[in-house]
């Protein structure tokens, strides 16, 4: 059984920091594409950032370039997001989803992905 379990969410000062994870198991993480998601009320989701742990290319959305920085720890099968620099606009439920295509140039999503519950982000001005 596939399971992607978010945490790491919570309430922030704007300016602040958060780590988000993602604990992945049941499919081969270590072949794998693994993205962070977003979405926050009213608002399509949207991809923030999309890691390929085979090789470690990643991706970013021009929302988080600069202040997101994404990793994977292949032998926890993790996949962290390092928030920094928080605005108000970035309060979401943020979700990773796997498998998905991703490179230095962008991200696909399959047909069949996996979806974790998600997490909370808030972020106080």
């Known amino acids: 059984e596939v399971q992607l379990v978010e945490s790491g969410g919570g309430l922030v000062q704007a300016g602040g920091s958060l780590r988000l994870s993602c604990a992945a198991s049941g499919f081969s993480f270590e072949d794998s594409g693994i993205g962070w998601f977003r979405q926050a009320p009213g608002k399509e989701r949207e991809l923030v950032s999309c890691?390929?742990?085979?090789?470690?290319?990643?991706y970013y959305a021009d929302s988080g370039k600069g202040r997101f920085i994404i990793s994977s720890d292949n032998a926890k099968n993790t996949v962290y997001l390092q928030m920094n620099s928080l605005k108000p606009e970035d309060a979401a439920v943020y979700y990773c989803?796997?498998?998905?295509?991703?490179?230095?140039?962008?991200?696909?999503?399959?047909?069949?992905?996996?979806w974790g519950q998600g997490t909370q982000v808030t972020v106080s001005s």
């Open positions: 989803a796997a498998p998905l295509y991703c490179s230095g140039l962008g991200f696909a999503r399959f047909e069949y992905d996996y």
């Open positions: 890691i390929s742990t085979s090789d470690g290319s990643t």
